[in-house]
């Protein structure tokens, strides 16, 4: 969970490994890769994509979405978890296939539109896609009496989101937490940012955010932050939702809150 793995370059292939796709809960699937994250939400009025992720990526989540028996032109929103290439390089061609809406947090929303031409670290440059709309901290996405909330939960990228909802299964009602992404990556300058200069207090606040946030079901932009693999192979050997782990959540919270502090504290003491 620290940032070493995350620099990011150009496509990474060893990301973008296929996986079976599979039921969370409810009506929320996993379609993405070994290495990036994105989500099915079915609903009667279409579907909610989250992540598209990498352009290359595009066509490994349409064969997911089709191998669950949905058909990928059925997706109405796109959302993305932060606007780095390796979630959000993808929001053109998948809008492309699908007409879909993509709706984006205000802060990230000049990244998607320039393809990234304003990071404040990386030199990546992806396909542009017009944002439809622009959200804010707080901001309902509704689609089929699903709705999902953007929380802005900042630092990683300016726009960074975090999103929840509220799902029944089995006469019980879970709160999934979809984590954007607080990960400090490697050579992200917390301290005299010139072209970000509320990084760390943004970082802060997130932090604030995500503890302050109630989660049954935990999930995030990347598989490794809710130990995908190891709650497979639990879904596999029957357990019914291994998903549902409101201590793993607060654990890798308050890890990641360290993993900041301890980065800040570094920064500022000029090491
Ligand atoms: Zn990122």
């Known amino acids: 969970m620290t940032g070493a793995a995350f620099l990011i370059a150009d496509f990474t292939p060893s990301w973008n490994q296929?996986?079976?796709?599979?039921?969370?809960?409810?009506?929320?699937?996993y379609v993405g890769t070994n290495y990036l994250a994105s989500f099915l939400i079915t609903t009667p009025a279409g579907n909610i994509l989250i992540n598209p992720d990498y352009q290359e990526s595009v066509p490994v989540i349409k064969s997911s979405v089709e191998k669950l028996g949905f058909r990928f032109t059925d997706t109405e929103i796109i959302l993305i978890s932060h606007a780095h290439d390796d979630h959000a390089a993808g929001c053109a061609l998948a809008k492309k296939?699908?007409?879909?809406?993509?709706?984006?947090?205000?802060?990230?929303?000049?990244?998607?539109?320039?393809?990234?031409?304003?990071?404040f670290i990386y030199k990546?440059?992806?396909?542009?896609?017009?944002?439809?709309?622009?959200?804010?901290?707080g901001d309902k996405v509704n689609?089929?009496?699903?709705?999902?909330?953007?929380?802005?939960?900042?630092?990683?990228?300016?726009?960074?989101?975090t999103w929840t909802a509220t799902m029944n299964d089995g006469g019980r009602s879970y709160d999934v937490v979809i984590v954007g992404s607080p990960n400090v990556n490697t050579g992200y300058k917390l301290v005299g940012n010139k072209l970000y200069?509320?990084?760390?207090?943004?970082?802060k606040r997130t932090f604030q955010v995500l503890e302050g946030l109630h989660c049954d079901i935990f999930l995030g932009a990347h598989g490794v932050y809710f130990d995908?693999?190891?709650?497979?192979?639990?879904?596999?050997?029957?357990?019914p939702n291994p998903f549902v782990d409101p201590a793993g959540y607060r654990a890798a919270v308050e890890k990641w809150h360290s993993a900041?502090?301890?980065?800040?504290?570094?920064?500022?003491s000029g090491k």
């Open 18 to 29: 296929p996986v079976q796709p599979f039921k969370i809960i409810s009506n929320l699937y």
């Open 97 to 119: 296939l699908t007409g879909a809406k993509l709706a984006v947090m205000a802060q990230d929303a000049p990244e998607i539109e320039s393809g990234g031409a304003g990071d």
């Open 124 to 137: 990546s440059r992806w396909q542009p896609a017009h944002v439809d709309r622009t959200l804010h901290d």
């Open 143 to 161: 689609l089929g009496g699903i709705t999902l909330i953007a929380h802005l939960t900042p630092g990683h990228t300016k726009g960074c989101t």
């Open 197 to 203: 200069p509320g990084i760390a207090s943004d970082y």
């Open 228 to 239: 995908m693999d190891e709650k497979l192979k639990r879904l596999k050997a029957g357990d």
């Open 260 to 268: 900041f502090l301890e980065k800040l504290a570094e920064q500022e």
